[in-house]
Nanobody
Framework: QVQLEESGGGLVQPGGSLRLSCAAS????????VAWFRRAPGKTREGIAC????????YYKDSVQGRFTISRDNAKNTVYLQMNSLKPEDTAVYYC??????????????????WGQGTRVTVSS
């Protein structure tokens, strides 16, 4: 059983940066797929980034490619989402999720087994 806890959300101005953290407990994330999702106001939750712990492969939704970076800290059993050049449309609750085995073509879908509670990001001047 994996427990996930997000942190790092907050209010940031357009063009600013934030780094979200997803700390795992209960199990090492070795061998897992770990992803970040977000739910914007009035919209469905969408997958935006995924990292394969085994080889470090990453996947991104087009709308965040080049602005967001997913990374990991093996020693801390933590995954990060560095968000740069933030836009008002990035305002959302951000969730991390984990699963042990996922087909590559489904890494940004809601197939994950474990979810955090979310952290709110607001991009506004």
């Amino acid at each position: 059983q994996v427990q996930l806890e997000e942190s790092g959300g907050g209010l940031v101005q357009p063009g600013g940066s934030l780094r979200l953290s997803c700390a795992a407990s209960g199990s090492t994330l070795a061998g897992y797929y770990v992803a970040w999702f977000r739910r914007a106001p009035g919209k469905t939750r969408e997958g935006i980034a995924c990292l394969t712990w085994s080889d470090g492969s990453t996947y991104y939704k087009d709308s965040v490619q080049g602005r967001f970076t997913i990374s990991r800290d093996n020693a801390k059993n933590t995954v990060y989402l560095q968000m740069n050049s933030l836009k008002p449309e990035d305002t959302a609750v951000y969730y991390c999720a984990a699963a042990y085995a996922i087909p590559h073509q489904l890494v940004l879908t809601e197939i994950y087994d474990y979810w955090g509670q979310g952290t709110r990001v607001t991009v506004s001047s």
